[in-house]
């Protein structure tokens, strides 16, 4: 039995943020931090103090996580980016909102002292003296200490505080994983109430000396336990006086944390089995489980249920049959075509849960070139008269502004152009479209036209489709094509509106051209022809979509399984250590990785047909490599061995934290159950003689003394994770 606990983390937006550049306003961008460990980064919202983010993320982590930290942060291109306040959220003040903690809350200042993290070991003995006790307490070492400085690391020494008295460690230079083994001694007094401090400092030589955090012992208790040893948490200085928060503005975010015990897998089968019979069964099961989940099951955790349900069918193959039969339910109890798939039944969540496991590279495809193109352009695009604003554009041509009619007339020709090329992009994707998606869909349009059968009704079961794939599906990913990592940033305000009209366009298309939906923004009228042309293409691209017969949709099921599909691809800047010469940032070579569950592949394109590969089953450790050694917070470390049974190290780069945590999650997850995982690493590299990190001159050191593992991952659907097995 194991407890786990998630986050989920959605970032909304800022307010009345304080103005950092000189054109009085803010570049703002948002930092999370679980327990001082950055794991997210949100995109930066140009030149507002009132940002918009919108940004979710699932993040899985130990239970004994303390506190979420969601950090203010004002980009500038010439200078360290500037802090503008923080809100911090224990974990006990979310375990007191079992709903989740939603709401504006105020930015707070950011004080040094208070932003610690990190371990000290200690060991401490109250041995016998000729006149009194003394008090004997050695320091052993330290390890993830905050970096204080700008090269990523610090140069700790540590103060021990009793009775008046003062002594201090010697200085490790360049270090968060320092080792001291200095000893220091104090004569005790009886009665005295004195408690002993142990502060760890980071030494400067020009600026004062920063706090790097603090223990605290009871003496009264170490006198009746006589010796104490292990690693204690440092802890912030709480002798400050408590700040006002001041006029920093505020943060707008929904946060919800959940608890879980997890049992060991073989309690589960017996739910497993009888959920697989149902639905094997379909409509024909006397118990009907599935629809005892829906009815029981509510609103709030509708879309949680779905997707582990979808999860646990895909897993067992039975996908397909799941989504049947929820088609069936739903249209058992629906009489009014209109209204159908239009709730947020379990039905609607598990179908768009499931084309966003299935179908992702499928919609990059399709519609990747079209967004780069919109965001690429840039142009000025309105429809709505009441909003057109001449002023901002003009005709470089004629030195003179445009008329409302002649931007309307370019917006209508522009918002057209994107429409056509999106659906001939779609029309030519049949083949594309993954066999279990095209199969589902063809069970919906079958279930659908066996509902409603009258010519009246011919429309229908096309609605039923593009109800999932163009209003669920197409146009919330043109919406908001960060979130569906279409791009790496928001789109500005320009460019969003344009995104905005053509989701509109994609949903008229998608709603057949009804009367009701062309009656709800008549300034739409520009774009009909384009729209009744979409619909007999769309129409003809469901009827192509859906015409799959089983022996194909198995023939394409297996061609895909030989392909070994990816878990993860993209480029990285790799580093291979060889224990020779020194380690740069300049050393790293940009390749081509792509990650299955069978090995990691890495070469100068995408299509090389020469490639590297390190065998899944001899990866030991996937881990965060510290700042310092690279003079970069985005590169991680693959330990692994070679044929011949030797260690190595690849060292990778990636762009982000984001990117990073991404392929930290994905390797952790396909290697969870590899034989001779490290349980320990050095989060150093082993430069000249010895090592960055703990200083070891050994580099067959063993890893005990410098990190555990405690790996933290963001999840390749945008989502963190942190593994533990």
């Not at 809350?105 to 950011?110: F, G, Q, S």
């Not at 000729?130 to 690391?153: I, Q, Y």
């Not at 293409?537 to 017969?549: H, M, N, P, R, S």
């Not at 290697?671 to 590299?685: A, E, F, K, M, R």
């Amino acid at each position: 039995m194991a407890k786990r606990s998630s986050l989920f983390i959605r970032i909304v937006e800022g307010k009345n943020l304080p103005a950092k550049d000189i054109t009085g306003s803010s570049d703002p961008y948002c930092i999370v931090k679980v327990d001082h460990e950055p794991i997210i980064r949100t995109a930066t919202v140009w030149k507002t103090l009132c940002p918009f983010w919108g940004e979710e993320y699932q993040v899985h982590l130990l239970p004994t996580f303390h506190s979420v930290a969601f950090y203010v942060m004002d980009e500038d291109a010439l200078s360290r980016d500037d802090v503008i306040g923080k809100v911090c959220l224990t974990r006990d003040t979310l375990a007191t909102h079992p709903k989740g903690f939603s709401g504006w809350a105020h930015l707070t200042e950011v004080d040094p002292d208070e932003e610690v993290q990190g371990e000290i070991h200690l060991r401490l003995e109250v041995v016998p003296g000729t006149r009194a006790c003394r008090l004997r307490c050695s320091v052993l070492e330290a390890r993830d200490l905050a970096p204080k400085d700008r090269n990523g690391a610090s140069d700790p020494f540590v103060r021990v505080r009793y009775n008046g008295r003062t002594q201090e460690t010697s200085i490790v230079k360049k270090s968060r994983y320092p080792r001291w083994n200095e000893t220091f001694e104090f004569e005790l007094e009886e009665g005295a109430a004195e408690a002993l401090c142990v502060e760890a400092w980071d030494w400067d030589l020009v600026s004062r000396n920063d706090f790097l955090g603090k223990v605290v012992f009871n003496v009264q208790r170490l006198r009746a336990a006589q010796q104490e040893e292990g690693w204690f948490r440092l802890q912030p200085d709480q002798s400050k006086s408590q700040r006002e928060e001041g006029n920093l503005g505020s943060l707008q975010l929904e946060v919800r944390l959940r608890d879980e015990m997890v049992l060991p897998s073989g309690c589960y089968q017996p739910l497993v089995q009888l959920l697989c019979r149902e639905v094997k069964l379909g409509t024909q099961s006397p118990g009907q489980l599935i629809l005892l989940i829906e009815e029981t099951t509510s609103t709030e955790c509708r879309q949680d249920v779905a997707t582990t349900l979808l999860k646990l069918f895909l897993g067992q193959g039975l996908a397909k049959d799941f989504l049947d039969l929820l088609f069936q339910l739903e249209l058992g109890r629906t009489s009014e075509a209109n209204t159908l798939f239009r709730s947020n039944s379990l039905a609607s969540k598990s179908m768009e849960s499931f084309l966003k496991v299935a179908g992702m590279r499928y919609l990059h495809g399709v519609l990747g070139p079209i967004i780069d193109r919109v965001f690429e352009e840039k142009k000025y695009v309105e429809l709505d008269p009441s909003k057109v604003e001449v002023k901002d554009v003009g005709c470089s041509g004629l030195h003179r502004p445009q008329t409302e009619a002649e931007v309307l007339e370019q917006s209508a020709q522009t918002l057209s152009a994107h429409l056509g090329a999106l659906l001939s992009s779609l029309s030519r994707s049949v083949r594309a479209c993954p066999a279990v998606v095209r199969a589902t869909f063809r069970q919906l349009f079958r279930r659908v036209r066996e509902r409603f059968p009258s010519a009246q009704d011919e429309n229908v079961p096309f609605i039923a489709v593009t109800s999932f794939l163009c209003l669920r599906f197409i146009s919330p990913a043109i919406m908001a094509p960060k979130l569906f990592h279409l791009r790496e940033r928001h789109a500005d305000a320009r460019t969003s509106r344009t995104l905005l009209l053509l989701a509109k366009a994609v949903q008229n298309v998608g709603n057949m051209d009804t009367p009701a939906s062309r009656a709800k923004e008549a300034w739409m009228e520009p774009l009909q022809p384009t729209v009744r042309q979409g619909v007999a293409q769309l129409k003809d691209f469901i009827t192509k979509l859906v015409d799959i017969q089983e022996k194909e949709e198995l023939d394409l099921q297996r061609a895909l399984s030989l392909q070994a599909p990816p878990v993860k691809e993209g480029p990285l800047f790799i580093h291979r250590t060889k224990g020779k010469g020194p380690l740069m940032s300049s050393s790293f070579k940009k390749l081509h990785f792509s990650l299955t569950t069978e090995a990691l592949s890495f070469a100068k394109t995408p299509s090389s047909k020469k490639s590297t590969l390190i065998k899944l089953a001899h990866i030991r450790a996937a881990e965060k490599v510290e700042e310092k050694s690279f003079s970069s917070s985005h590169v991680m470390q693959v330990i692994y061995t070679d044929d011949a049974g030797r260690s190595q190290t690849a060292y990778l780069q990636c762009k982000c934290v984001n990117e990073l945590n991404q392929w930290l999650s994905a390797l952790r997850k396909v290697s969870i159950n590899n034989t001779g995982l490290l349980g320990s690493y050095h989060p150093g590299v082993f430069r000249g003689d010895k090592w960055s990190c703990c200083h070891q001159r050994d580099k067959t050191a063993q890893y005990w003394s410098c990190e555990l593992g405690a790996p933290w991952a963001l999840g390749t659907g945008g989502m963190a994770e942190r593994s533990f097995s």
